[in-house]
């Protein structure tokens, strides 16, 4: 496959009034994203800014604007044939309530290199109830995991 043909190679946008949901990654604010992840996830505490920056360069990462700020994120590790890992998604709590959570999803899960996979994990998660409502349900316990000491 050459490159030419990797989905990620064009830009998705997706507009909604003043916002603007963008998987361009020039717009994406890595010191505001690490802010977030720092104070506001319990698996990415500690995280310095060169992984962050890092994770992104290496995933597929919409961006959520309100004009020129950015407002919220979400991250996709992925193959682009069949499977996908959603992580590290927000929305700040001062814009919160308008629906942006179910927008990014929505636009994450319609993205034209996404459509087609067999299978989407996501988590650790807290509250579920947002990923329910797009069809995600608990995982059996047959997964393992190593982390590296």
């Known amino acids: 496959m050459s490159s030419a043909c990797i989905p990620t190679s064009s830009c998705q946008e997706y507009r909604r009034?003043?916002?603007?949901?963008?998987?361009?990654?020039?717009?994406?604010?890595?010191?505001?994203?690490?802010?977030?992840?720092?104070?506001?996830?319990?698996?990415?505490?500690?995280?310095?800014?060169?992984t962050v920056a890092r994770s992104v360069q290496g995933s597929l990462c919409f961006g959520v604007?309100?004009?020129?700020?950015?407002?919220?994120?979400?991250?996709?590790?992925?193959?682009?044939?069949?499977?996908?890992?959603?992580?590290?998604?927000?929305?700040?709590?001062?814009?919160r309530g308008q629906g942006l959570a179910k927008w990014l999803m929505d636009c994450v899960l319609k993205h034209p290199g996404l459509r087609h996979l067999r299978r989407w994990i996501l988590g650790p998660t807290r509250d579920t109830r947002l990923y329910e409502k797009f069809g995600f349900k608990p995982v059996e316990s047959q997964w393992m995991e190593l982390k590296p000491s």
């Open 17 to 50: 009034g003043n916002f603007l949901i963008s998987t361009d990654p020039a717009k994406l604010d890595i010191a505001a994203i690490h802010a977030f992840l720092t104070r506001g996830y319990f698996d990415t505490e500690g995280i310095d800014q060169e």
């Open 65 to 95: 604007y309100d004009g020129q700020q950015q407002v919220g994120f979400a991250r996709v590790i992925t193959d682009f044939a069949t499977f996908a890992y959603f992580c590290d998604d927000y929305i700040l709590e001062s814009h």
